[in-house]
Each structure stands twice: as C-alpha cells, then as structure tokens.
C-alpha cells in the first residue's frame, strides 16, 4: 500500500525558503497510476492546494503561490519536493504530500501524516 | 477560484442521529467534488468521491449526493468515531478548492 512521509526543518526564517521533502514507499513515484500534490493547512484553518505534479514532470500551481512554488521529483530516491520561497509568517501551516489517481478524480487518497512548518525569526 | 461553502460550520448531534452536511460551489462543477474527515491531529482521510461514491474500506453509512453546484454528506445513525470535522473539495478547476469545514460535535 502506498505511503507518503514529509520531513523537513519545522522552523524557517521570515524570507528565507521553505524546503521539504516527501518520501513515497510501496509504489513508484514514476508510475503513471499516480500524480502528486502538496498541500497545507493553516493551525485551526481550513486545507489550500499548492500545487500538482505528475509523472511527466509537468506542474500545476495554485495561482497565489505559482511566483514563490517549486516542486519536483527525484526518481532515484522515490521522492518529491517542495520549495516555497520569500517565506513570511502567513506560510505557518502543516504541510501535507499526497497521492491521487484518475480513478477518484482529483480526490486525494493518501495524505502523509503532515509536517508543521514554523515561519519565525 | 471556485468558492466552496459548507454549512452548518457546527452541528451537535447524538450517536445513533443522521447528520446531512451541505456543500455549495460557486459555480457548477458537475460531479467533481469530494468529501473527507480529519481528526485531530491527523491529516484528512477520504470518504466519498466523484460526488457519490463510496471511498474503499468507508463504512457505508457514509453517502454523498448532489450535481452542479449543490452536494450533501449524509452520515446514518451516527457511531462515536464519527465525531470530527468533515470537508468538501473540488476538482473540477483548478486550484482545487475545500470547503471551511463543518465540526461534528457530540451533543
């Protein structure tokens, strides 16, 4: 069964950037059965889309966050990653990677357990 | 953006009451809409997609309804692990977009 794991520093600087890495086990990151998303939620806030990436390469982003989202994959290491750059304290969220298929239609069906990303000086 | 809206944001019920969620899309988007629970602490988990089909491995008390821009979430005779915050999403522009919430409290 597919499982995602996010790590990543949980404190980053006001203006500095965001880096964090998903590690994606029992499937393979490259298979065309899955695409990919991050995600975040805000403490206490409702869930933001930051962006997708499929097994092409190719992206898309969440129009608020397009200028400041990188996100890419590491074949060899079956794992994805996020930056965002230009971090201010609006971007305090726990981040989430996740898996969905063509089968539920833009639904998501595996979350990683979430990471909690601190924008702090 | 699709604007999603979800109401009530709270409902108190009973274990053994029915509970209907209502999410609302700012426009239509067919049947491209999604609902999950999250727990505290944990991240969401899939219940329904495609607007009315039931997640693998959901109990089927569980059920989604609706087309266009008008959806439900009927939970049937509510169990104590139900008590949570429920969310809609769609998928049909992009961003894909969630609902606020709706918190299912005990009463």
């Known amino acids: 069964q597919l499982q995602l794991q996010e790590s990543g520093p949980g404190l980053v600087k006001p203006s500095e950037t965001l880096s964090l890495t998903c590690t994606v086990s029992?499937?393979?990151?490259?298979?065309?059965?899955?695409?990919w998303a991050w995600l975040r939620q805000a403490p206490g806030k409702g869930l933001e889309w930051i962006g997708n990436i499929y097994n092409s390469g190719s992206t898309a982003f969440n129009p608020s966050l397009k200028s400041r989202v990188t996100m890419s994959v590491d074949a060899s290491k079956n794992q994805l990653s996020l930056k965002l750059r230009s971090v201010t304290a609006a971007d305090t969220a726990v981040y989430y990677c996740?898996?969905?298929?063509?089968?539920?239609?833009?639904?998501?069906?595996?979350w990683g357990q979430g990471v909690l990303v601190t924008v702090s000086s | 953006d699709i604007q999603m809206t979800q109401s009530p944001s709270f409902v108190s019920a009973s274990v053994g009451d029915r509970v209907t969620i209502t999410c609302r899309a700012s426009q239509g988007i067919g049947t491209w809409l999604a609902w999950y629970q999250q727990k505290p602490g944990k991240a969401p988990n899939l219940l329904i997609y495609?607007?009315?089909s039931l997640q693998s491995g959901v109990p089927s008390r569980f059920s989604g309804s609706g087309s266009g821009t008008a959806f439900t979430l009927t939970i049937n005779t509510l169990q104590p692990d139900d008590f949570a915050t429920y969310f809609c999403?769609?998928?049909?522009?992009?961003?894909?977009?969630f609902g606020q919430g709706t918190k299912l409290e005990i009463k």
């Open positions: 495609s607007a009315s």
């Open positions: 029992g499937g393979s990151i490259t298979s065309s059965d899955y695409y």
């Open positions: 996740a898996s969905t298929t063509t089968i539920v239609r833009g639904a998501i069906e595996r």
């Open positions: 999403q769609q998928s049909s522009g992009f961003p894909f977009t």
